[in-house]
């Protein structure tokens, strides 16, 4: 297993970045579509040029075929000329393995990712969840000593994207590995660590517990499906900046920056005068934006968000004022700098 | 989409213009000695000359065409424009000229000297090099275009699996360029059978070394006209043949 | 379009061909008052006949000729094919005799030329005579046999019992004169009167060339617009006047 660290510097793309990976960790980086995160991994795979990267110590070779670092592309890149078992036994014959080893490797592969009696397929003929299997195995059989997976889940119906999903846990584990996505999901059920990129740059990054459940900043408690109430201290409680006191379990002493991030999901929202139950602590705040999230809406406030039933969502607009309701007890987190 | 109602005689005096010459030829055509002339010894000489040298042409204007068409797509902005354009210029240039240049370049007083150009001079290879120089373009073109059409990302990724340069140009873009190259091939492989002031200025004409078809065709109005316009059916049969070949509708199979 | 256009619009394309060839109508064509005379002429005959038609013009006030050069088979098969001259000036009878059925009256004998040898400057192969020519390592050129030079260069090297070992076999003396200028042929063998006209280029003289002559016959044709004019002109080139000029040029009398 191999460590892994890299600094991507392409200013072309507006990326800057450190990244780093323990031997056989994997490091979810999460950020939003075209904060860089594919330029990143393509440095590291070195096609294209701007990253320094040694592995295990050593500085990683210059060009691409030799640093035997695997790059699953969100296109898949499948060769159409080529079988299904040829494309995945590429990286064997590169390597100057027999060609009835490499495709009795491929094979092998190919049973490891689910797609056994597929060899003779041409790639077109495949459905997309088999085609980025295929493209798994195609990079896992060239035996990389880091594996690079960017964006493996996008593009996929449903059915193919949970089954692909399962694949990739499953062969995660013991590699070392960089995957990137834009999806909270795919960190939590991924990530040993977490790191979040925004505009090109690593804005938070740690083991994936402390980064994904006490993000540090909006946007990465946004990346992490989380709100982040923001506030100080005072006797057991986190005061906001508009006065409201909210009761915390934990954090830092009375005066100290500190945090909770919560579910979208466990914040309620209520309009006008409207009654409103004790149970929670009510922020008033004014609608800044809405966002369709899948089956509701995203009610994002200037101080809070709520996601809520589009029935309940049809009837705010911009600026309109409205109460959001947060659950006492929530555990807060200190914030420090 | 057919455009508007006017253009349809445009259209027909466009096609009786390229149609006409063609059925004046073949109304000229000696029927009843058509078979005789067309496999006479000298026009089966010509004909066979013809073919060889312009598949011999065909074979080089892959070779060079293809690594070329590369060049110029790794060339950038300004450059690759006016590159691009020496390189076409053999299409557009009249025929008499390119035979001029071959001549200043690879004749016996031509820039690579006496002992390259007095042994290339009056040669079948002479022929081959007229022919190739008027054949590259489409093959140029064709690898250019197809490249201009593919991100390179494949071949990226081909790198990553530890393919080395060649074998990422043998196994991965040059399948996908097949179809390009069967094009450019086949384009450049007419061009060639159908090559004449080039190779007439810079080879010259001897029966079975360099009277390739066309000249034979030349010499033939002299003392058979008939005959000459036997042996230009074949050669315009070849043409259609070749030219529906390389422009058949391909079916998409990216 | 209609079956009377046709010949029309061949008439429209030989007059443009024609206008194309000759500087000197350009200026005169334009008034009403000018009689236009229409001479096809063969391509040796291209710079002498402009000093003879100035004469003829001057003697004939109100009058332009218009002269296109070219070989005289292809503008034997042009007349054939109904292009619209008023005279034929052919570079052998043979040619001549092709259109027999179009001419008015029988031609004229006005001028003969023989051939001789044409070295680049300098004579680098030091080629003496004919004999050389049957030397594979002098690099000769000469006329096609199917065409006028190239029968007068076979019946002359028969006649010194020398077997020509050409390295080309040119469609025509221009062609020859060509190979010879850039140096690509050690030796060419060509008319007197084309190595006069010809700059880079020596003429190493045939004993007994004259042995073997290329007679040039004028004739008016049948369809001329002004018989009359077309017959005074070929009267006139057979006149001491334009004997004079063509002698100047290097032809002999007949």
Redesign the interface.
């Known amino acids: 297993m191999t460590a892994l660290a890299a600094d991507v510097r392409v200013p072309a793309r507006g990326v800057d970045a450190s990244l780093e990976v323990a031997p056989g960790r994997t490091l979810v980086l999460l950020g939003p579509n075209g904060s860089g995160k594919s330029t990143a991994l393509e440095a590291v795979a070195g096609i294209v040029p701007g990253a320094a990267v040694t592995l295990d110590g050593a500085a990683a070779p210059r060009a691409a075929r030799d640093r035997r670092i695997g790059l699953l592309s969100q296109d898949d890149a499948l060769f159409p000329a080529m079988s299904v078992r040829d494309n995945v036994a590429f990286g064997p014959r590169s390597r100057g393995v027999a060609r009835a080893e490499a495709r009795a490797e491929a094979d092998a592969w190919l049973a490891r990712v689910g797609l056994s009696g597929l060899g003779d397929r041409r790639p077109r003929e495949l459905s997309g969840g088999q085609a980025r299997r295929v493209a798994i195995a195609r990079a896992l059989a060239a035996r990389p000593r880091v594996l690079l997976l960017d964006e493996p889940f996008a593009g996929l119906d449903v059915g193919a994207a949970s089954t692909v999903r399962g694949l990739v846990a499953g062969l995660l584990s013991g590699v070392t590995a960089i995957v990137t996505t834009h999806d909270a999901l795919d960190a939590h059920a991924l990530a040993d660590d977490v790191a979040v990129m925004e505009a090109g740059r690593i804005v938070e990054a740690g083991p994936a517990a402390e980064v994904l459940a006490r993000p540090r900043t909006a946007f990465a408690a946004r990346m992490a499906a989380r709100v982040l109430l923001e506030g100080t201290m005072r006797g057991g409680a986190l005061e906001l900046s508009g006065g409201t006191r909210v009761p915390v379990t934990g954090g830092p002493g009375a005066g100290a920056r500190a945090a909770i991030a919560l579910r979208p999901a466990a914040v309620t929202v209520s309009l006008g005068d409207a009654p409103r139950s004790p149970a929670l602590v009510w922020i008033a705040d004014e609608v800044a934006g809405l966002e369709p999230r899948g089956d509701e809406v995203r009610v994002q406030g200037t101080v809070c968000a709520a996601d809520v039933d589009p029935a309940v969502a049809g009837a705010l607009a911009a600026r309109a004022p409205v109460w959001f309701g947060v659950p006492r007890g929530e555990a807060a987190y200190a914030l420090t700098g | 989409m057919t455009g508007p109602r006017w253009l349809a005689p445009l259209a027909a005096l466009g096609g009786?213009l390229v149609a006409l010459p063609l059925v004046g030829l073949i109304a000229r055509v000696p029927w009843s000695r058509f078979v005789a002339l067309v496999t006479s010894e000298d026009a089966l000489t010509a004909l066979g000359l013809s073919l060889r040298t312009s598949l011999a042409a065909t074979v080089l204007t892959v070779t060079l065409g293809v690594p070329l068409g590369f060049a110029l797509r790794a060339l950038t902005g300004a450059l690759r424009g006016v590159v691009r354009a020496l390189v076409l210029a053999p299409l557009v240039l009249p025929p008499v000229v390119g035979g001029l240049a071959l001549?200043y370049a690879f004749?016996?007083?031509g820039l690579l000297g006496e002992t390259v150009?007095g042994s290339l001079?009056?040669t079948t290879a002479a022929v081959v090099i007229a022919q190739t120089f008027v054949a590259m373009p489409f093959m140029v073109v064709s690898v250019e275009s197809a490249l201009a059409a593919t991100t390179g990302?494949?071949e990226?990724?081909?790198?990553?699996?530890?393919?080395?340069?060649t074998?990422v140009l043998a196994?991965?873009t040059l399948?996908?360029l097949?179809p390009a190259l069967a094009t450019g091939a086949v384009l450049a492989f007419a061009r060639a059978l159908g090559e004449f002031g080039a190779t007439?200025?810079f080879?010259?004409?001897?029966?079975g070394v360099?009277?390739t078809a066309p000249?034979d065709i030349?010499?033939?109005?002299?003392?058979d006209?008939e005959a000459a316009a036997a042996l230009s059916l074949v050669l315009v049969a070849v043409a259609i043949g070749v030219v529906a070949l390389a422009y058949r509708p391909v079916r998409s199979?990216? | 379009m209609t079956r009377r256009a046709l010949p029309t619009l061949a008439a429209a394309v030989a007059v443009l061909a024609a206008a194309g060839c000759t500087a000197s109508s350009a200026d005169g064509a334009a008034s009403p008052s000018t009689e236009q005379l229409t001479v096809f002429a063969a391509a040796s005959l291209t710079d002498v006949l402009d000093a003879i038609d100035a004469r003829f013009e001057a003697e004939h006030p109100g009058v332009t000729v218009v002269a296109a050069f070219a070989g005289s088979s292809d503008l034997a098969s042009q007349i054939r094919e109904g292009a619209p001259a008023d005279v034929f000036l052919s570079a052998d009878e043979a040619q001549m005799d092709t259109i027999a059925d179009t001419l008015d009256g029988d031609p004229v004998l006005f001028a003969t030329n023989t051939l001789t040898i044409a070295v680049p400057e300098g004579n680098p192969a030091d080629v003496t005579g004919l004999a050389d020519l049957a030397d594979p390592s002098v690099v000769s050129v000469v006329c096609a046999p199917q065409v006028p030079c190239g029968a007068a260069a076979e019946r002359l090297a028969a006649l010194d019992g020398v077997t020509l070992a050409p390295a080309s076999e040119e469609q025509n003396v221009t062609d020859v004169l060509g190979k010879v200028a850039a140096g690509q042929a050690d030796a060419g063998l060509v008319y007197v009167t084309d190595v006069a006209r010809a700059s880079g280029i020596e003429a190493v003289p045939i004993d007994g060339a004259d042995r073997v002559a290329n007679r040039y016959p004028a004739a008016a044709l049948a369809d001329a617009a002004d018989p009359d004019l077309a017959a005074a002109y070929v009267a006139f080139l057979a006149g001491d006047e334009a004997r004079g000029i063509l002698a100047d040029a290097g032809f002999a009398a007949p």
Request: hydrophobic share 45%.
């Open positions: 009786l001549l004749g016996r007083r150009g001079a009056f990302r494949r990226a990724i081909a790198a990553t699996l530890g393919a080395s340069p074998r196994r991965v399948p996908t097949a007439l200025t080879a010259g004409s001897l029966a360099t009277r000249l030349y010499l033939l109005r002299e003392t006209p199979a990216s």
